[in-house]
């Protein structure tokens, strides 16, 4: 899954703390896309969830989370 989970669960984590973006945000979609299943051109579209995904990209950007392990033994 690479970068995508961390930024899943970075997203998950920013909405399940602020319920009015998450309201705001499932409002547009669903008058953007109403029940059918949104496409990629369809989530272009939608200018706050691009603005959401930007902000938490930069609230949590996916490099630094990178760790790394030494080989080095005493």
Known sequence: ???WSS???SSDLVLAR????LAR???????AVGTATP???DARGI???RSFLNEVLRLFPP???ISKAS????
Do not use: H, M, Q
């Not at 080989?71 to 005493?74: F, T």
């Open 1 to 3: 899954l690479g970068d």
């Open 7 to 9: 930024d899943v669960c």
């Open 18 to 21: 602020n319920p009015a973006i």
């Open 25 to 31: 945000l499932r409002s547009e979609i669903l008058s």
């Open 39 to 41: 496409t990629y051109e």
């Open 47 to 49: 200018k706050y969830l």
């Open 63 to 65: 490099g630094a989370f």
């Open 71 to 74: 080989n080095w033994r005493s």
